[in-house]
Nanobody, 119 residues
Framework: QVQLVESGGGLVQAGDSLRLSCANSGRNFTNYDMGWFRQAPGKGREFVAS????????SYAEPVKGRFTISRDNARGSVYLQMNNLKVEDTALYYC????????????WGQGTQVTVSA
C-alpha cells in the first residue's frame, strides 16, 4: 500500500510555472503506476497525466499536452508534475494517485494540493 502526500501548489499568474511533487511513504513504489488528476470548482475529477512504474510510458490529457511533464524517481519514491505556461483554466485541486501495475483502476489517492492561476 502507498501513502501519498502532494506538495508544490500555490498561486501564480498565467504563463508561470509550478512543479508539483508527490511523496510515497509506503513500500514497493515500483509496483505502482502513478497519475495526476485535478478537480476544478463545480466540476468532476479529470485525468491529467500518468506514468508507468518503470517510466517506460507516459500519457497526457489533451489540454495539458506540450505544457505539463510527468516524471518519477523510484529511488526517492516520488512522482512529479512540471507545469509550464499555466493558464487560468488549470486552476484546480491536483491529486496524486497510484494503481497497481497489474490492475486498471487507481486505488490510492493523496489529499491534493491547490493550484490557482490568475489572469
Amino acid at each position: 500500500q502507498v501513502q501519498l502526500v502532494e506538495s508544490g501548489g500555490g498561486l501564480v499568474q498565467a504563463g508561470d510555472s509550478l512543479r508539483l511533487s508527490c511523496a510515497n511513504s509506503g513500500r514497493n513504489f515500483t509496483n505502482y503506476d502513478m497519475g495526476w488528476f485535478r478537480q476544478a470548482p463545480g466540476k468532476g475529477r479529470e485525468f491529467v497525466a500518468s506514468i508507468r512504474w518503470n517510466s517506460a510510458a507516459t500519457s497526457y490529457a489533451e489540454p495539458v499536452k506540450g505544457r505539463f511533464t510527468i516524471s518519477r524517481d523510484n529511488a526517492r519514491g516520488s512522482v512529479y508534475l512540471q507545469m509550464n505556461n499555466l493558464k487560468v483554466e488549470d486552476t484546480a485541486l491536483y491529486y496524486c494517485a497510484a494503481k497497481s501495475r497489474y490492475l486498471n483502476a487507481y486505488g490510492d489517492w493523496g489529499q491534493g494540493t491547490q493550484v490557482t492561476v490568475s489572469a
